[in-house]
């Protein structure tokens, strides 16, 4: 079979643009979290285009929402391609929209070519990716690896998980029956931006991602004692403010002394009880540290909550620490990589072979089916924000690599 | 006229109890902040008291409620008694409602004594006084001091300030018509809560306000870049959370070594956008800080701003400035001081002269006629806490010596 083949550019393009307009935000991003209003409009725009090209639609329990295109074989093995259409809160457009557009895309250009495939394609968008909520429950709910206890103390807090299920007509039971059986599977393939610097500032085409980092992460909070702000000698306090603010100081330098090329990162942090003259009694932050190697994550982990008990005790507060989950690095096949590889160089791109510093679906994948992704360079190395862009050309260029990628593991899918 | 009257101490704790239970939390404490819909419930609670005692009610275009006690001389000048029935989020149960409903208790013990005095009395509650919207919107509004363009970026934000105005059915243009001639004040005294441990430890059971502190406040934002934190080596990060830590731990050091008797607090920060997986943006602080002499308090303000402009660059962050508004400091009157020590000396109460670390709505009618301030002992100093707690017998002091205080300023009423 002919591998050369290309995709239609325009329609291409034209499908990212509309879906950069759902949840579009005054500073040229997306702001879809996962199950928001903005990220169902998001869904219900891909159902619309997955109906109109006349391929099938498939939604299951954990509100993953397939296109199909079924092989002529009806016991042939599916073969994954896909994404998310969520987005971080102020996120960016192409974090995930680019890899379902263009999964899409590969199906439509296959189906129009009258190409009979010894496997099933399904372009996939996959539930909660970003994090918003739980973290990767569509793709850990196919995987089986997403658990009852998960749901019970998300990062995205109980509440909200229940709001976005309800708004999205899910249940909790019905998440788990979204789990496929690994037979079932030939593969899984994904094309992301890098959200790094790396191929930008090096000048190559295509990143043939080697594995996924690992992450841990964990709600802290520290807690002292809430009094007036104006009649309290400052020696006398115990401001949870202070422990918070040592501890995202002391995290930063601990990573950049001995912890080189992993990363920790406290994003969000609310001083309780919030006004400008109350001392803050509480205050909780939400940490994450990521290493590609797993003993090496552990050790960060370690040593980041032993500085954060030592600056709690050196303020006299106390420290409660909140495990939110953990994501095991994850090797890719070496089969996809070599797929990946052989399609960017027919194509005459170039390509590097490296790690993924973001966590994405294909680490559930991966223990499953022959898993791969594909990168293409983010400008100035910029993500999870508005300012977040790709050139158009490089675009292009890795949906073509995930259709040949994908038409190359097709053939091979006796490996699954 | 006897000044050795005493009144109802029944009557008094009953209503105190009655108060503590609007808006009540879990932890004991009150969460009324201003014009919020228990503060509404509160006032509405106050102005059922006021008629049920026979007494007229008042509420001016600032909202400040008000019981009246007339004198028989319809053109006498007026003894405003009082504080607040608004609190902190998450407050206590004495820090102003005591002042309000001992406020109420010497009004109705004269009018049951049948007392004709040669002033008005009017115990009032003050809009706004713990600044969850503007601050002193109450007090400010009669003295004057209030101006529309407080109204426009206040402390709670506008959003906050239009929907509490609604709330409660009051304008912005109807603030300004509180605005009372001084020349019909003949003083204002109000009994508060110490909010600190000075009394406590000390074992004093009246402190007599010398002077209130001033008090200054800003928002600060600091502003970096918000990117992937998975994707992003550590040293090629904008991470305006790094800017806030520094400053936090920075400004607590400075007022330790360089402004004794100071104090400076972070009361909430926000990170944005505030997502485990994106390096913060931005990050917006909210920052106080108080000092009794005028001159210090000056120099505080410009070493804070000076320290936070250091940090910012130290990171490579820009930052942004709003000053809030300022109070300045503001000493009692010696008539009402005297009047005060007086009344304690009568009851065989030890008093000591103090100066509030903690503002008042006093400040603003100290310019404008005889004003002062009764302490009490609070337990441990705790206060703006749920923990916040004074012994009753201490409560029962302080209004008694308010009730001996405003008979004798009462009687030298022609001092106005």
Known sequence: ???????????????????????????????????????????????????????ALQIDGAGNHSA???SPNPSAPTLLLGSHLDSVPEGGRYDGALGVVAALEVLRSIQEAGLNLPVHL??????????????????????????????????????????????????????FTARRDPATLAGYLELHIEQG????????????VSGIVGIASFRLAFSGR??????????????????????????????????PGCVANVGALRLEPGAFNIIPGRAELALECRAVDPAELDRLQTSLLERAQREAESFGLGLEVSALGQHAPAPMSQLAQQAIQEAAAELGLSSQSMP?????????????????????????????????????????????????????????????
């Open 356 to 416: 993924s510093g973001a966590g994405h679906d294909a680490q559930n994948l991966a223990p499953l089916c022959p898993t791969g992704m594909v990168f293409i360079p983010s400008v100035d190395g910029i993500s999870h924000s508005p300012h977040e862009t790709s050139r158009w050309d490089d675009c292009i260029n890795g949906a073509n690599v995930l259709l040949g990628a994908a038409l190359r593991l097709a053939g091979s899918s006796d490996c699954a």
């Open 226 to 259: 809430a009094n007036h702000a104006g009649t309290t000698p400052m020696a006398a306090r115990r401001d949870a403010g202070l422990g918070a603010a040592a501890f995202i100081l002391a995290a930063r330098q601990l990573v950049l002394d001995n912890f």
């Open 68 to 70: 199909l295109l079924r």
């Open 122 to 175: 399904e372009a996939i968008d996959f539930t909660d990716e970003e994090g918003t909520l739980v973290g990767f429950i569509g793709s850990g709910a196919l995987a089986g690896t997403l658990t009852p206890g998960d749901l019970q103390n998300p990062r995205g807090g109980r509440e909200a998980l229940l709001a976005g299920l309800t708004r999205a007509g899910l249940t909790e039971d019905g998440l």
């Open 1 to 55: 079979m002919s591998v050369s083949m290309q995709f239609n550019h325009k329609r291409l393009q034209s499908d990212f643009n509309a879906l950069a307009t759902i949840g579009a935000t005054a500073e040229g991003g997306v702001n879809r979290p996962a199950l928001s209003p903005a990220h169902l409009e998001a869904r219900a725009w891909y159902a619309a285009q997955v109906k109109q090209a006349g391929l």
């Open 197 to 208: 610097p790396w191929l930008y500032d090096s000048g190559v085409d295509i990143g043939v």
